[in-house]
């Protein structure tokens, strides 16, 4: 089936370690996102990227970063620079072109930090 | 500045009674609005989306949601809640030029009492 895939589901970091997170999409979109998300704040953009080899910051972009040598990846990496990294993280794609098309979501990565 | 407002964090709602949750917008160009649901800890599902013509519009679910210009509001409706709609609920705008991202309000949260 298509779909997006993060892994892991969940992952715990001592402080200082760098993680990445995995999202990996079969349903041949443009497009993809991260997103972050804690309670009571929505979801709020980290980054993106229209297409391969190019991404651009969202609006808390500081302490991550990305990269999107593949049309079907988009891994995040939350580097020791992020001061509170624990939250739970969604990645989404879209065929592009328009914001009109359907974004679709992962599952989610749920991180945090000990 | 671009943002959405859900002005409710939690509404609860008797089963069977009838549901609308707010949202409001504010937008400098011509807004694609959307409308998403959260079970909880996984990923989002699109309800419904508004882009122009009708400005009411059904979703999955027995959704609706209303486009009010003057208003900017897009109210999201049912007119029956089932015990499985609880849930978490975001309002989204984005513009209709490629590369831009979407917007989402803070989400409202939906409990149904028996």
């Known amino acids: 089936d298509g779909g997006i895939t993060q892994s892991p589901k969940y992952l715990f970091r001592k402080e200082g370690q760098n993680v990445t997170l995995s999202c990996e999409q079969n349903l041949n979109h443009d497009a993809m996102y991260w997103y972050r998300q804690d309670p009571g704040q929505g979801l709020r953009l980290i980054y993106y990227s229209q297409i391969v080899n190019d991404f651009q910051k969202g609006d808390i972009a500081e302490g991550y970063s990305v990269s999107r040598e593949k049309k079907e990846s988009f891994p995040l990496t939350v580097t020791s620079a992020q001061k509170n990294p624990t939250a739970f993280y969604l990645c989404?794609?879209?065929?592009?072109?328009?914001?009109?098309?359907?974004?679709?979501f992962g599952e989610g990565s749920w991180l945090t930090v000990v | 500045a671009q943002s959405v407002t859900q002005p409710d964090i939690h509404i609860t709602v008797s089963e069977g009674a009838s549901l609308e949750l707010r949202c409001n917008y504010s937008?400098?160009?011509?807004?694609?609005l959307f409308w998403y649901v959260q079970s909880p800890g996984q990923g989002l599902q699109l309800l419904l989306k508004y882009f122009s013509g009708d400005t009411l519009v059904q979703g999955i679910k027995g959704f609706e949601a209303e486009f009010k210009r003057s208003q900017s509001s897009f109210n999201l409706r049912k007119p029956s809640v089932h015990w499985s709609d609880a849930a978490e609920y975001f309002c989204?705008?984005?513009?209709?030029?490629?590369?831009?991202?979407?917007?989402f309000g803070k989400g409202t949260t939906l409990s149904v009492s028996s």
């Open positions: 989404a794609s879209t065929i592009g072109g328009s914001t009109g098309n359907t974004i679709y």
């Open positions: 989204a705008v984005g513009a209709e030029q490629a590369g831009t991202a979407l917007i």
């Open positions: 937008y400098g160009a011509t807004p694609y």
